[in-house]
C-alpha cells in the first residue's frame, strides 16, 4: 500500500561564513535542522529508514547561493508560512529560508543558474581586466579544463555561458553570468574562471554567489 | 545565552586572513565556527575571557563529553564568555603560519593570547606536544615561567592530570578530578585578580588554596642519584597534598541541555548521556576505573529529561548511554523503559557503547536490536581465565561465550572482542589463550540453532599494549620493552588458524612513549619540550608520530625512556604524583597488586566494600556512601 505523502520543496539561502560548509555537510546541516523543526517528516521505509531529502543543484564548497533548492516530503499538511518560520527558527546562521512551496517542474528541468562573480586583481587593473573578459565572451570558442569522469579534457563552455553584466571597479571585476547547470549538463563558475585565468590573469580573491536557477526557457525554475 | 549572528563577524580582522586560507585547506567548516548552539557574547559585557582547548583537531574535541559541560557551563555565568578553540590540522597550521594568522577562538574569532584563561583538556598522553604548539600557535611562550603576566593563565585538567608531572614547566595550574566546581571557582579568582591587580604569583598562591587545584611551581622536586624521586616539597604554604575533587550528586549538578551541533562529520556525533561516574569494578589495569571513583549513578527521570532535551536542540538521530560500564547502571532497563517509545517514534537510535559479557541479558539485547543491529563489541580483556583473575577481570568463558550465543540469537553475525597484550604475569600461553578463545567464539556461533540464515561469523581482536597507569594496583609494574610486544604479536598472529578471525593492533612504539610519560616526573618537561621543537605534534596520528623524535628528545635530555617505562617500582618508592590524592589510598594499592599475583579476585563495589578510600571523598557527615547497594 502506497502511503500519501505531501512533497515540499524548499528554497534557502546560504551565504557569509556558511560558504565553507560543503554538500555532505549541508544535508546533515538541513537534516538535523528538519528534525530540530518537530515537523511530521517522512522517511524512506526500508531496513534503515533515513530522512527524504534530495538537493536539486548541489552547491560547491566556497560559493554562497540564494537559491538553494532541496525537496522532501511530510505524512500530513502543514501551512507553507508556519512551515517557513519553522524551518527559519532552526537553520544555523548563514543559512534563512526564502520560500516554502510544491514542487512545479521536475528537477531535470534545470536548465541554467546565475551567478554573480567578484574577481579581485588588486593594483587598480580591473580596467583592463574588464576590456579581457568581453574578448573572452567575444571569442568564437572559450576553451576550458572540465573535470570528466575519464579525467581532465579541453571542452568549448562558449555555448553554455552567457555574459549578463560587466562593470569594474578599481581592483575589481564585478560581473553576472548565466552558466548551464543541471543533471547531464553542469557548468560551475570556477571553470569558467579558470579559463579567463588561462587566457588572461588568475584573480585573487574571488566571491562566487549564486543568484538564480532556471529551466530552459529562462523561467525561474519552481 | 545570546547566539551566533553572521553579521557580528564581519569585518572582523582575523577573518579576512582566514578568508583567504580556508579555500585552500581540507574541512575548512572546522576553522569557522558558527556551528549551531555556539554562543557568542557582547565582548563589552565580558569580564572573563576562557579559551577552553582541546590538544587534538576538531573531530576529536567535538565529541568529547567534558568539553560540552565546561563549556555550556561557563557560558551559563554573565560575564564569563568561554570559547572552543582545537588543534589545528597539519595543512591548516602551514597556512596560519605563513599567513601569521594566531591561534583563534571559533566564536569570536580573536587570538587565544588576549584571553584570560586558557584550559587544556588532557585526555590522552600523546596529546602533550599538541598542548605546546597550540600556546605557540597562540604567540605564547610554552614555559609557565616565561609568562610572568597575570593572564592568560594556562590550567589544564583531565585524566592525565592525575599525573601532570611532565606538564609541570609549561601550564600554571592543574584541575584534579571533576572540574565542574573548581574551574568556575579559577574563574571567578581571575577576575578577582584582575580586578585588584594582583600579580601572577599573588594568583597562583591564592589558587593552591582552592580545593582540587594544583600548582606544581609551588614545589620543588629532589632526586636521589639513580633518577628516583627523592622529596616533593611545598613552598611556602602549599598544601602538602592536593585532592581531587567530586561532584557528589549528579542529579542536581549542571547538564547541558543543548550541544554545539557541528557541519563536518566528528567522531562522536550524537548526543550523549552521562548514567553514572565511576566504576564498581576495578579492573586493575584500569585506571580510569579507580581515578573516577566512587561510583555516582544519575536517576533515570534526570536521564530522560536530558535526552529529551539534547534531542530537541540538536536534532541529532542517535543517543549514546555513555559511563564506564554501562550494563552496572541499575537503572538501566527504567531508562530504556524511558526513552524507547518517544526515541522510536523520532526515529533516534539509542546505543550502549560499554557493556560487560556478564549482566548483558537477553532482554537488555532485545532492546537493543528492537533500535538497531550494529555490530556489538565485548572486552575479555585476557584469554585465559588465569589471567583474567590476575587483571581482576572477572569474568568467565561462559559469562563470554554465553553473551555471544545470546548475541547470536538475537541476529547478529559479527562480534568485536577488546584484549590487552603485554599484562602483567603473561606468558606465551596466555597470548595462544586470545587466539583459542576467538576460535571458540566461532565454533560458538555455528552451534547456535538460530544464528542468522546464510552469513558467515566475523569476529574481529582488537589488540592493544597494556600500559602501566598511576593509582592503578599496576602502577608498580614494568611494562614489555616493544620488542616483547612485537614477538607477542607475532605469536597471536602465528596461534590464528581462521579466516573468520581477523586481528588489529595498536603501536608498540607509541604505546611505550605512553608509558614513559604516564608516570613520568617533571623531568620530562624538557624531553616533551624538545620533542616538540623537533616537530612532534598530534602524536596519536600515525601519520604524524615520528619515535625517532623522541628518541632524540630523550637522550638530549639524558634520560632514558626505559627507566620510566619498563622498571618495576618498589612499594616504597616515592611516586612523582605522590603529593596527588585521587581517593583511592597507596596501601589499596598495594594490596590490590599483591592480590594479582596471587590471581585472586576482588568484588566489585556493589557486592562488598573493599575499602578502597574513595569513599572519603563524600566529605564529611556522609555517614554511608552509597557505593555499597
Known amino acids: 500500500m502506497q502511503e500519501v505523502t505531501f512533497p515540499i520543496r524548499l528554497t534557502y539561502t546560504k551565504t557569509g561564513r556558511a560558504k565553507y560548509i560543503s554538500h555532505l555537510d549541508t544535508m546533515r546541516t538541513m537534516t538535523r535542522a528538519l528534525r530540530r523543526a518537530g515537523l511530521p517528516l517522512w522517511y524512506t521505509q526500508g531496513f534503515n529508514p533515513h ?9 560547491a564548497l566556497g560559493t554562497e547561493s540564494r537559491c538553494e533548492l532541496v525537496d522532501l516530503r511530510l505524512t500530513r499538511k502543514v501551512d507553507f508560512d508556519i512551515l517557513a518560520a519553522r524551518i527559519d527558527a532552526h537553520l544555523p546562521p548563514g543559512f534563512a529560508v526564502k520560500s516554502v512551496a510544491s514542487p512545479v517542474l521536475p528537477a531535470k528541468s534545470i536548465a541554467w543558474a546565475e551567478y554573480q562573480l567578484t574577481l579581485d586583481f588588486g593594483q587598480g587593473e580591473g580596467g583592463e581586466m574588464e576590456t579581457a573578459m568581453r574578448a573572452l565572451f567575444e571569442q568564437e570558442e572559450i576553451p576550458a579544463r572540465k573535470k570528466t569522469k575519464k579525467g581532465e579534457e579541453i571542452v568549448d563552455i562558449r555555448p553554455h555561458c552567457q555574459l549578463i553584466e560587466l562593470a569594474a571597479s578599481g581592483d575589481r571585476l564585478n560581473l553576472e553570468v548565466r552558466l548551464a547547470a543541471g543533471v547531464s549538463l553542469n557548468i560551475a563558475p570556477k571553470t569558467l ?18 543568484t538564480r536557477v532556471l529551466d530552459e526557457r529562462l523561467r525561474d525554475f519552481l | 545565552m545570546i547566539f551566533i549572528s553572521a553579521e557580528i563577524l564581519a569585518g572582523v580582522g582575523l577573518e579576512d586572513k582566514l578568508a583567504l586560507v580556508l579555500e585552500k585547506v581540507e574541512k575548512p567548516s572546522r576553522y569557522i565556527g558558527g556551528e549551531l548552539n555556539s554562543v557568542v557574547k557582547e565582548p563589552a559585557d565580558v569580564r572573563l575571557r576562557f579559551a577552553l582547548c582541546f590538544p587534538d583537531l576538531y573531530e576529536i574535541g567535538m565529541s568529547h563529553l567534558g568539553m560540552k559541560i565546561l563549556y555550556s557551563l561557563l557560558n551559563e555565568r554573565t560575564g564569563v564568555w568561554c570559547e572552543r578553540v582545537f ?28 584571553f584570560d584563561i586558557i584550559g587544556f583538556s588532557l585526555q590522552y598522553e600523546l596529546s602533550y606536544t599538541t598542548l605546546l604548539n597550540m600556546l605557540d600557535l597562540a604567540g605564547l611562550p610554552v614555559k609557565s615561567s616565561e609568562r610572568p603576566g597575570l593572564t592568560p593563565l594556562v590550567i589544564a585538567g583531565g585524566p592525565c592530570a592525575c599525573n601532570p608531572e611532565p606538564l609541570a614547566d609549561f601550564v600554571d595550574a592543574f584541575v584534579l578530578g571533576e572540574g565542574e566546581e573548581t574551574t568556575v571557582q579559577l574563574a571567578d579568582l581571575v577576575v578577582q ?3 585588584a591587580g594582583w600579580s601572577k604569583a599573588e594568583l597562583l598562591s591564592k589558587a593552591a588554596k582552592i580545593d582540587g587545584v594544583y600548582i606544581p611551581s609551588l614545589y620543588d622536586v629532589s632526586y636521589r642519584e639513580d633518577g628516583r624521586v627523592a622529596a616533593i ?20 549538578t549542571f547538564f547541558p541541555d543543548r550541544f554545539v551541533v557541528p557541519f563536518t562529520q566528528i567522531v562522536h556525533d550524537r548526543s550523549i548521556l552521562e548514567v553514572q561516574r565511576g566504576c564498581v569494578r576495578g579492573c586493575r589495569f584500569c585506571q580510569a576505573g579507580f581515578i573516577y571513583r566512587p561510583i555516582r549513578e544519575k536517576a533515570p527521570e534526570t536521564l530522560n529529561r536530558d535526552a529529551q532535551n539534547l534531542s530537541a536542540s540538536s536534532g541529532y538521530d542517535e543517543i549514546s548511554l555513555t559511563s564506564l560500564s554501562t550494563s552496572d547502571y541499575t537503572g538501566l532497563e527504567d531508562l530504556l523503559g524511558l526513552m524507547l517509545p518517544w526515541t522510536k517514534k523520532e526515529q533516534i537510535n539509542i546505543s550502549l557503547p560499554s557493556l560487560r559479557l556478564d549482566n548483558c541479558s537477553e532482554g537488555l539485547l532485545r532492546q537493543i536490536a528492537e533500535v538497531r543491529k550494529s555490530g556489538l563489541t565485548f572486552a575479555p580483556e585476557a584469554g585465559t581465565q588465569r589471567l583474567r583473575d ?14 555471544c550465543r545470546a548475541a547470536f540469537a538475537g541476529g547478529y553475525s559479527a562480534v568485536k572482542l577488546y584484549f590487552m597484550m603485554g599484562l602483567p604475569t603473561e606468558t606465551m600461553e596466555d597470548i595462544e589463550g586470545i587466539a583459542d578463545l576467538a576460535q571458540k567464539v566461532v565454533d560458538t556461533y555455528y552451534q547456535t540453532p538460530d544464528k542468522p540464515k546464510g552469513k558467515g561469523v566475523q569476529v574481529t581482536l582488537s589488540v592493544s599494549c597494556f600500559v602501566p597507569k598511576p593509582f592503578t594496583p599496576f602502577e608498580f609494574e614494568p611494562m614489555d620493552t616493544a620488542n616483547q610486544l612485537q614477538e607477542k604479536q607475532k605469536h597471536l598472529l602465528a596461534s590464528i588458524r581462521n579466516r573468520k578471525i581477523s586481528v588489529k593492533y595498536h603501536d608498540s612504539g607509541t604505546s611505550v612513549l605512553e608509558a614513559a610519560l604516564a608516570r613520568g616526573d617533571r623531568r620530562l618537561s624538557a624531553v616533551v619540550e624538545a620533542a616538540w621543537k623537533a616537530g612532534s605534534r598530534l602524536d596519536g596520528w600515525g601519520e604524524h608520530f615520528l619515535i625517532k623524535r623522541w628518541e632524540d628528545a630523550f637522550a638530549q635530555c639524558g634520560l632514558e625512556p626505559a627507566f620510566y617505562a619498563n622498571r618495576r617500582r618498589e612499594y616504597d618508592e616515592v611516586a612523582p604524583w605522590a603529593h596527588l590524592d585521587f581517593g583511592v589510598s597507596r596501601g589499596f594499592l598495594i594490596a590490590e597488586h599483591k592480590r594479582a599475583f596471587a590471581a585472586d579476585t576482588t ?3 556493589y557486592e562488598r566494600c573493599s575499602a578502597c578510600g574513595a569513599a572519603k571523598l563524600w566529605g564529611e557527615g556522609r555517614v554511608s556512601p552509597p557505593c555499597r547497594k
Open chain 2, 603 to 605: 568484588p566489585s563495589c
Open chain 2, 390 to 403: 590476575v587483571i581482576n577481570k572477572n569474568l568467565s568463558e561462559e559469562d563470554i561465550l554465553g553473551a
Open chain 1, 51 to 59: 530522512l527524504y531529502l534530495t538537493f536539486l543543484l548541489p552547491l
Open chain 2, 87 to 114: 588543534a589545528p590540522a597539519a595543512d591548516m597550521e602551514d597556512e596560519m603560519r605563513g599567513q601569521n594568522i594566531p591561534l583563534y577562538g571559533l566564536e569570536s574569532l580573536e587570538p587565544v593570547g588576549d
Open chain 2, 193 to 195: 585578580a584582575k580586578d
Open chain 2, 233 to 252: 616539597t611545598p613552598k611556602d604554604d602549599a598544601p602538602a597534598v592536593v585532592h581531587k575533587r567530586i561532584v557528589a550528586d549528579l542529579d542536581s
Open chain 1, 193 to 210: 574562471i579558470e579559463a579567463f585565468a588561462e587566457a588572461a590573469r588568475p584573480p585573487g580573491r574571488v566571491g562566487i554567489l549564486r
